[in-house]
């Protein structure tokens, strides 16, 4: 399988703050990426995806790609309280549809 | 609610006996996958299969583990003679289809494995 890799964390940020989480990926040849957020003992849920270099936002979640780095970024404005959770950044391979994932990024954000 | 279905949500076992855990895909999905995750670690892939053939299983352990998607019914993952360091979260996923970019997965609640 391929490396995905991310900080560990944790990683604190005060409330309304920007969050910034850092993925970097070692398969020149995948093809979407994704972002997964998990609670404590609760399954993964799918927040974001990007699939073309630059941007992309939602609400207050904007996920950053660059294929030439092999990096994907998310960063995450006017953080409450509710967004602490482990964030898993995902990367689907140019062949297949098997998701690897990288082990995951503990945010904390403090009231 | 037409989300991805596992049960049990526990299931507590003794070393050397079997574990059976259940998936129904999202409905209109055809493709399920298995991830297992241990405390304070990423999910790791297993096996992705669609009905009734294995796509890939490379991340499925040699022994004890087994996995199938019949035509009619769940999918399964079917760990016989269960040791302590089974003991582990597993989540099934699903997809609609195959195929590049695009595609996104949708996990279930899981299973908690405990092997006593």
Known sequence: QKEVEQNSGPLSVPEGAIASLNCTYSDRGSQSFFWYRQYSGKSPELIMFIYSNGDKEDGRFTAQLNKASQYVSLLIRDSQPSDSATYLCAVMQNAGNMLTFGGGTRLMVKP | ?116
């Open chain 2, 1 to 116: 609610n037409a989300g991805v279905m596992q049960n049990p949500r526990h299931l507590v076992r003794r070393r050397g006996q079997e574990a059976r855990l259940r998936c129904s895909p999202m409905k209109g999905h055809s493709h399920v996958y298995w991830y297992r995750q241990l405390p304070e670690e990423g999910l790791k892939f297993m096996v992705y299969l669609q009905k009734e053939n294995i796509i890939d299983e490379s991340g499925m352990p040699k022994e004890r583990f087994s996995a199938e998607f019949p035509k009619e019914g769940p999918s399964i993952l079917r760990i016989q003679q269960v040791v302590r360091g089974d003991s582990a979260a597993y989540f099934c996923a699903s997809s609609q289809r195959t195929g590049g970019a695009g595609e996104k997965l949708f996990f279930g609640s899981g299973t908690q494995l405990s092997v006593l």
